[in-house]
């Protein structure tokens, strides 16, 4: 079974400042995705960016880039310029490429605090 | 509407009721899930539905019952339900490409469930 770490409980950051989110996980399988949500205080999950492990190149959605590391099993995000708007809990999230409709894994969660 | 919609938003119901969980979505998405997230834990997957057959049900007791009538709408049918099922339901939706699709999940807003 797959499994998603993530080591930081909570995270703080200066506003315009550059914060680093970590992820690991754990999987035997070779093809899969991996992406990040955000869950403000409204509770709505709402998609950051997201990973296919096939794909070399790390992704990039504007200020967030991920730092994907397949051989350490490591996809940390990267918020440049934080804004007070990105104070949110963020959830690392993995789905195995072998079947449509499969179910997500998340991790547990890191809760980001922007500092004015 | 766009999206992915949840009703209600907010529930109370006491451990005798009979109570139902809405969740449309305006995605043209094929399946459809439902997540429990409770305090401190992870998210954690309940159902999955994929193309209106249950294709998944994550060791969830009986008193909760799925239903998907059409590609569009997901119900959460509660009864008997004990204090420890309060939690956030979550409702995502997917489009299914195949064993090769990313299947990115949309959430909706959640519904914060008190059983008394």
């Known amino acids: 079974a797959q499994t998603v770490t993530q080591s930081q409980p909570e995270m703080s950051v200066q506003e315009a400042e550059t914060v680093t989110l970590s992820c690991t996980y754990d999987?035997?399988?070779?093809?899969?995705?991996l992406f990040w949500y955000k869950q403000p205080p409204s509770r709505q999950m709402i998609l950051v960016i997201r990973?296919?492990?096939?794909?070399?190149q790390n992704a990039t959605e504007n200020r967030f880039s991920v730092n994907f590391q397949k051989a350490a099993k490591s996809f940390s995000l990267k918020i440049s310029d934080s804004q007070l708007g990105d104070a949110a809990m963020y959830f690392c999230?993995?789905?195995?490429?072998?079947?449509?409709?499969?179910?997500?894994?998340f991790g547990e969660g890191t809760q980001l605090t922007v500092n004015p | 509407e766009t999206g992915v919609t949840q009703t209600p938003r907010h529930l109370v119901m006491g451990m005798t009721n009979k109570k139902s969980l809405k969740c449309e979505q305006h995605?043209?998405?094929?399946?459809m899930y439902w997540y429990k997230q409770s305090a401190k834990k992870p998210l954690e997957l309940m159902f999955v539905?994929?193309?209106?057959?249950?294709?998944e049900n994550n060791s969830v007791p009986s008193r909760f019952s799925p239903e998907c009538p059409n590609s569009s709408h997901l119900f959460l049918h509660l009864h008997t339900l004990q204090p420890e099922d309060s939690a956030l339901y979550l409702c995502?939706?997917?489009?299914?490409?195949?064993?090769?699709?990313?299947?990115?999940?949309?959430f909706g807003p959640g519904t914060r469930l008190t059983v008394l």
């Open positions: 990973q296919e492990a096939y794909k070399q």
């Open positions: 539905y994929s193309l209106e057959e249950r294709v």
């Open positions: 999230a993995y789905r195995s490429a072998l079947a449509s409709g499969s179910r997500l894994t």
């Open positions: 999987t035997s399988e070779s093809d899969y995705y």
């Open positions: 995605l043209g998405h094929n399946a």
């Open positions: 995502a939706s997917s489009q299914a490409q195949g064993s090769q699709g990313t299947d990115t999940q949309y």
